[in-house]
């Protein structure tokens, strides 16, 4: 069993950064991807930014120029440096972790608040 543990999640003005972080621990074997999912209120959750175990991201059109997402695969922790936040990124954000022959595991979600 995996658990994550997210950090990072805040209140900020628009146009200000955060950065989350989410770490992994429990039984990891091989992971595919690491990244980060949002939900906001009445929305469906929606992929922010995915990285591989290769290191190649996959970011929303949204975010693009704004979000970087990075990986320290030693520790198995997942980060998103989040800069010119807008009210629209306004969103609980849960990472995710992808194993082979495993199904996904998620974390608890963190709340990214940003006042315009």
């Known amino acids: 069993q995996v658990q994550l543990v997210e950090s990072g999640g805040g209140l900020v003005q628009a146009g200000g950064s955060l950065r989350l972080s989410c770490a992994a621990s429990g039984i990891i074997f091989s992971i595919k991807s690491m990244g980060w999912y949002r939900q906001a209120p009445g929305e469906q959750r929606e992929l922010v930014a995915a990285?591989?175990?290769?290191?190649?991201?996959n970011y929303a059109d949204s975010v693009k120029g704004r979000f970087t997402a990075s990986r320290d695969n030693a520790r198995n922790t997942v980060y998103l440096q989040m800069n010119s936040l807008k009210p629209e990124d306004t969103a609980v954000y849960y990472c995710?972790?992808?194993?082979?022959?495993?199904?996904?595991?998620w974390g608890q979600g963190t709340q990214v608040t940003v006042s315009s």
């Open positions: 995710y972790i992808d194993q082979i022959l495993r199904s996904r595991s």
């Open positions: 990285i591989t175990s290769g290191g190649s991201t």
